[in-house]
């Protein structure tokens, strides 16, 4: 019997037997019986498909993930122990993580080009203690990384006032903001004080105003201010990333004046790139999506519901970018932008007919993206439950 099996070819025996196991520990179990298996069953193809079966499609996100973990296998593996070592809660595994972390690294310009990044820290009541201080973590890992992958340069035939260090803001935001750090170079002990601070509580010694805000949660006017941080202190062609870590619990009307906002922003300033990290019970990733670049999850607001939502924000008319089309919605000026429109299509490598990873229309989301991401690409469960926070 054997023999007859070791004259069968690798790729038959890998489509009629294991490409038909759905089971990884039956899949492991064949792989220890005999070298040819256990040298067919690491076939990276495979552990995506088991990866796609478990945790959808990989995207982009993804994929870089399995190269840092050295392939699909060592992926799924990182991927399991970390479900099991955090549950009930979702966590990203170390790979994803690290793949995350890298596109606050990136840059369309090259080496010289200074990155500038604020981090938009959700305060409100929906976010327990145990979410906030997940949120906080981040911050420091990330800035650690940041400090770490990206050199601070000075631009040639430039005098040494041009010096620009890469720059990380810190605001808290929940029915108003608040800057706990503002944008300046990465000085990772002053973000450890002030990020402890903020975890612990006035009578344990530390500074009195540094408390946890509670109350709503206002996207729009988190992002309003890392606007105003960006165009103050960053450098004219810094990559601006703005890192948005919420539990994304917004009604859809305070998700739409938070997508108004982030279009204001990418229109007023280049390189702009928005990132959002679901952390808490319950998290909206659908909202979470749609305001970072992804299609609207309702139809957006007429002038009857505006009128009888809550006072958030104020509303922001933000004409829409030349060629991007925004579900249920026109340019409210009818002028035409074509540096968004063809800054996006030629991001995103789309033509009109658009692109399915790309939200409504095709190009609207790569508006959001100086990278030219999809939403899925800039999204990350940092820390979640499907559990409503109530």
């Given at each position: 019997?054997v023999?007859?099996?070791a004259?069968?070819?690798?790729?038959?025996?890998?489509t009629a037997?294991l490409?038909?196991m759905d089971?990884?520990?039956?899949l492991?179990a064949?792989a220890?019986t005999s070298?040819?298996f256990h040298q067919?069953?690491?076939?990276?193809?495979?552990?995506?498909s088991?990866?796609a079966?478990?945790?959808?499609?990989?995207?982009a996100?993804?994929?870089?993930?399995?190269?840092l973990?050295g392939?699909f296998?060592?992926?799924?593996?990182?991927?399991?122990?970390?479900?099991?070592?955090?549950?009930?809660?979702?966590?990203?595994?170390?790979?994803?993580?690290?793949?995350?972390?890298e596109?606050?690294?990136?840059?369309?310009?090259?080496?010289?080009q200074?990155v500038?990044?604020?981090?938009?820290?959700?305060?409100s009541?929906?976010?327990?203690?145990?979410?906030f201080?997940?949120?906080?973590g981040?911050?420091?890992?990330?800035?650690t990384?940041?400090k770490a992958?990206?050199?601070d340069?000075q631009?040639?035939?430039?005098?040494t006032?041009?010096?620009?260090?890469?720059?990380?803001?810190?605001?808290?935001f929940?029915?108003?903001?608040?800057?706990?750090?503002?944008?300046a170079a990465v000085?990772?002990?002053a973000?450890?004080?002030?990020t402890?601070?903020?975890?612990?509580?006035?009578?344990?010694?530390?500074d009195?105003w540094?408390?946890r805000?509670?109350g709503?949660?206002n996207?729009?006017?988190?992002v309003?201010?890392?606007?105003?941080l960006?165009k103050?202190?960053?450098a004219?062609?810094?990559?601006?990333?703005?890192?948005?870590?919420?539990d994304?619990?917004?009604?859809?009307?305070q998700?739409?004046e938070?997508?108004?906002?982030?279009e204001?922003l990418?229109?007023?300033?280049?390189?702009v790139?928005?990132?959002a990290?679901?952390?808490g019970?319950?998290?909206d990733?659908?909202?979470?999506?749609?305001?970072?670049g992804?299609?609207?999850?309702s139809?957006?607001?007429?002038?009857?519901?505006?009128?009888?939502?809550?006072?958030?924000?104020?509303?922001?008319?933000v004409?829409?970018?030349a060629?991007s089309?925004?579900a249920?919605?026109?340019?409210?000026s009818?002028?035409?932008i074509?540096s968004?429109?063809?800054?996006a299509?030629?991001?995103?490598?789309?033509n009109?007919?658009?692109c399915?990873?790309?939200g409504?229309?095709?190009?609207?989301?790569?508006v959001?993206?100086?990278?030219?991401?999809?939403?899925?690409?800039?999204y990350?469960?940092?820390c979640?439950?499907?559990?409503a926070p109530w």
């Open positions: 019997m023999s007859h099996v004259t069968v070819p690798d790729d038959v025996l890998s037997v490409q038909r089971c990884v520990r039956d492991c064949l220890s070298k040819r067919l069953s690491g076939c990276d193809t495979l552990w995506k088991l990866w079966s478990k945790w959808g499609e990989p995207v996100l993804t994929r870089r993930a399995a190269v973990a392939g296998k060592a992926l799924f593996g990182s991927k399991t122990t970390t479900d099991k070592a955090s549950a009930p809660w979702t966590k990203p595994c170390p790979e994803e993580l690290k793949a995350s972390i596109k606050l690294t990136s840059r369309t310009l090259g080496d010289a200074q500038s990044a604020v981090f938009l820290v959700d305060g009541g929906s976010v327990n203690a145990e979410e201080e997940a949120m906080l981040f911050v420091m890992e990330a800035s990384q940041l992958c990206v050199a340069c631009p040639p035939n430039r005098p006032n041009h010096y620009r260090p890469k720059q990380v803001s810190v605001v808290q929940s029915n108003d903001v608040r800057v706990e750090a503002p944008l000085d990772l002990e973000l450890k004080k002030i402890r601070e903020m975890m612990c509580s006035p009578w344990l010694g530390f009195s540094v408390v805000m509670n709503g949660t996207v729009a006017v988190a309003q201010k890392a606007g105003q960006l103050r202190d960053a004219p062609d810094a990559m601006r990333h703005v890192v948005l870590l919420t994304g619990r917004v009604d859809s009307y998700a739409h938070a997508r108004q906002m982030a204001q990418a229109d007023e300033q280049r390189y790139t928005l990132f990290y679901g952390v019970r319950g998290v990733r659908a909202e979470l999506l749609h305001i970072i992804g299609a609207p999850t139809p957006l607001p007429t002038s009857s519901s505006r009128a009888s939502a809550p006072a958030a924000a104020p509303a922001v008319q004409p829409s970018p060629g089309v925004h249920g919605s026109t340019s409210s009818g002028v035409s074509p968004i429109a063809s800054t299509s030629s991001a995103c490598g789309v009109d007919s658009g399915p990873g790309c409504a229309g095709g190009r609207t989301a790569a959001l993206s100086a990278l030219g991401e999809a939403p899925e690409d800039r990350l469960a940092l979640v439950r499907d559990e």
